[in-house]
T-cell receptor, first 113, second 113 residues
């Protein structure tokens, strides 16, 4: 499968715990995006990378959230001290460069109990 | 402030019908308008996209109509099939690319056999 890969697919965690998600973009895609989707809503932009550089962060990305793309390939999204409001689908997407289509992964469903 | 307004919220048609989903945007800097299809538990999949230099684009059974002066665009699905039952999202972005997509709230389409 050469699409965007996300791991894990599902994560249940207790409030206050830290979680980390991984995204592997399509090979040779140098742009990588993170979105969050809550039930019944469209995805909302969180942040994006051009290679290893994080170019923009949404106001939705509080201090408890951090994203990295250390070698310009895979990316991680960490949420510290999770809250129930963090429960959502976290989607990763990638594109070859600017002005090209973004392809989404299957997402990681986070449930904070 | 919702930058992309999508309607209707849900839509039911019979097999062979032509569902139409509408979106309106506010930001005149938007210059890339994709449509995504999402099945339950899956990530959004790009269906078709249009840029404002054309008024219509057709790919298979899917057609986008674009009205730049009205700041509106719509998706038509010809000869709809039960397998088209999914949630459809319109989106918009600036700079002709796919970074920082702004999504509508989605339309849940049901195609009855």
């Amino acid at each position: 499968d050469t699409g965007v890969s996300q791991d894990p697919r599902h994560k249940i965690t207790k409030r206050g715990q830290n979680v980390t998600f991984r995204c592997d973009p399509i090979s040779e895609h140098n742009r990588l995006y993170w979105y969050r989707q809550t039930l019944g809503q469209g995805p909302e932009f969180l942040t994006y990378f051009q290679n290893e550089a994080q170019l923009e962060k949404s106001r939705l990305l509080s201090d408890r959230f951090s994203a990295e793309r250390p070698k310009g390939s895979f990316s991680t999204l960490e949420i510290q001290r999770t809250e129930q409001g963090d429960s959502a689908m976290y989607l990763c997407a990638s594109s070859f460069q600017e002005n090209t289509e973004a392809f989404f992964g299957q997402g990681t469903r986070l449930t904070v109990v | 402030q919702q930058q992309v307004k999508q309607s209707p919220q849900s839509l039911i048609v019979q097999k062979g019908g032509i569902p139409i989903i509408n979106c309106a945007y506010e930001n005149t800097a938007f210059d890339y308008f994709p449509w995504y299809q999402q099945f339950p538990g899956k990530g959004p999949a790009l269906l078709i996209a249009i840029r404002p230099d054309v008024s219509e684009k057709k790919e298979g059974r899917f057609t986008i109509s674009f009205n730049k002066s009205a700041k509106q665009f719509s998706l038509h699905i010809m000869d709809s099939q039960p397998g088209d039952s999914a949630t459809y999202f319109c989106a918009a972005a600036t700079q002709g690319g796919s970074e920082k997509l702004v999504f509508g709230k989605g339309t849940k389409l049901t195609v009855n056999p």
